[in-house]
């Protein structure tokens, strides 16, 4: 097979990793992939413009490339699935209309709603005076949605009525995230530990894979603004096996039973955002393809090809004797810029990048470099996920930190704590 890759952050080098392991595939052409990917076997990073899908569909045919798989969401939601299919190409994604689960959450909140699936209570609000009073009657603790994408920046937890009314304004008012912000969702607090559940999908079957979980703050216990992630472990043991039976049952199959009724049939990678609390779950939102770090832990645990899960989502032969995984834990520590998620320098050069991925079951992951005068050098607030295997969290954290000492760049910022609430029970 011969592959087309979209994407070029650490979702998709972990993505090109794991591709690039099938005997199956021969070539991986990556759009625009990063000097991470480019030395993975197999892989070629090609320089295109994103936001021209025809062009890349032009592309995908004059390679006579046999699947296409996307990463971004931005990408998903503008319709290149759509585009593909037209065209007869297989492409690993759904298509402009299911994608609206993560394009709007008003959407994925209704759907929910009308499809009995877990979630919190909400209010779709669409003028800003609606809202306020909404707040004011409401109360605190409430959540606020930009209805929209905002590169996962749209989202205030509100601890008070006043920061509410602050994130309403500020999104409709002063449209801090442009058109994503003309609706909002109101949505009630939820308590509890928070998971990822991410599954495979040919709009037909769908096959969770092994839980895990993120770590959004960007300083060590959870403390500090939110981030892109900064770090994630999988199999989370939030999850026991009853709650994942749970929301493999309440919410995955109904979910896709949802959309296949509404005639938006979904295929592709769904990503559950999950609220545990006791044997409750319930879904926070759901993604319309891999989580970024989850995919960096989840994809090194798969013990089945890749590529071939992915063709048979894409073309509606998914079965579930094609997904297995490994017995082990991953750990995934995020390198970031100093400054990160504020204002943060770009340029800098990295040294021990070798000597951490020579380590036995470490792959370092890069999600913002660059290459500068035959150097690799920072691009990004988040510059590499560094990703370790054990046989349990506690060998892949410390094989992970092990790896992480040997990588240096000026002002470099990671967490001391990923895993911590795995290992703390
Ligand atoms: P989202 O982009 O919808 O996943 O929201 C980002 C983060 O905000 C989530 O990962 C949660 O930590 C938090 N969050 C979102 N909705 C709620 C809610 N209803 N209750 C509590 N926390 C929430
Ligand atoms: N890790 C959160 C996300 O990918 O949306």
């Not at 090109?16 to 076997?41: C, D, F, M, T, Y």
């Not at 390198?335 to 990295?350: C, D, E, F, R």
Request: glycine share 10%; hydrophobic share 45%; aromatic share 6%.
């Amino acid at each position: 097979m011969k592959l087309l890759l979209i994407g070029g952050g650490g979702r998709e080098h972990a993505l090109a990793w794991k591709l690039s392991q099938s005997s199956h595939v021969e070539e991986i052409l990556v759009v625009p992939g990063n000097p991470g990917i480019a030395r993975v076997p197999k892989c070629k990073c090609v320089d295109l413009a994103l936001d021209d899908l025809n062009k890349m569909a032009d592309y995908a045919e004059e390679n006579s490339i046999d699947l296409t798989v996307v990463g971004p969401e931005a990408t998903l939601v503008a319709g290149i699935a759509d585009i593909f299919r037209s065209r007869g190409l297989p492409i690993f994604g759904p298509n402009k209309a299911a994608a609206e689960i993560e394009g709007s959450k008003a959407f994925s909140k209704r759907l929910m709603k009308k499809y009995n699936i877990p979630t919190a209570d909400f209010q779709v609000c669409t003028d800003l005076e609606t809202a306020k009073s909404f707040i004011a009657e409401h109360g605190a603790p409430i959540v606020v949605k930009a209805d929209g994408l905002a590169a996962g920046k749209g989202v205030v937890v509100a601890m008070t009525v006043k920061e509410a009314l602050d994130a309403v304004t500020e999104m409709m008012a002063d449209h801090k995230f442009g058109a994503a912000g003309a609706s909002v969702v109101l949505e009630e607090f939820m308590d509890g530990e928070e998971a990822s559940l991410l599954a495979f999908t040919d709009g037909k079957i769908v096959i969770p894979m092994v839980a895990s979980q993120d770590h959004k703050r960007v300083n060590d216990g959870d403390e500090g603004p939110n981030t892109g992630g900064m770090g994630a472990y999988a199999p989370a043991p939030v999850m026991t096996e009853a709650l994942r039976v749970k929301a493999v049952e309440t919410i995955l199959k109904p979910v896709i039973a949802a959309l296949n009724k509404e005639g938006r049939s979904y295929s592709g990678c769904l990503y559950a955002g999950l609220m545990i609390k006791g044997d409750e779950v319930k879904v926070v939102e759901f993604n319309c393809r891999f989580g970024d770090p989850e995919t960096q832990v989840v994809l090194p645990l798969l013990d089945s090809d890749l590529a071939d899960i992915m063709l048979a989502c894409a073309t509606g032969t998914l079965d579930v004797s094609m997904v297995r995984w490994k017995q082990q834990a991953a750990v995934c520590v995020i390198l970031a810029s100093g400054g990160y998620p504020g204002p943060y320098p770009k340029g800098l050069p990295i040294t021990g990048l070798d000597e951490a991925d020579k380590m036995d079951d470490v792959i370092v992951f890069h999600a913002g470099t660059r290459m500068q005068d035959g150097r690799i050098v920072t691009n990004g607030g988040r510059v590499l996920g560094v990703t370790a295997l054990g046989g349990n969290i506690r060998a892949a954290k410390d094989k992970a930190y092990a790896a992480v000492d040997k990588i240096r760049f000026e002002g470099e910022h990671h967490r001391s704590d990923i895993a911590w609430r795995a290992l703390k029970r």
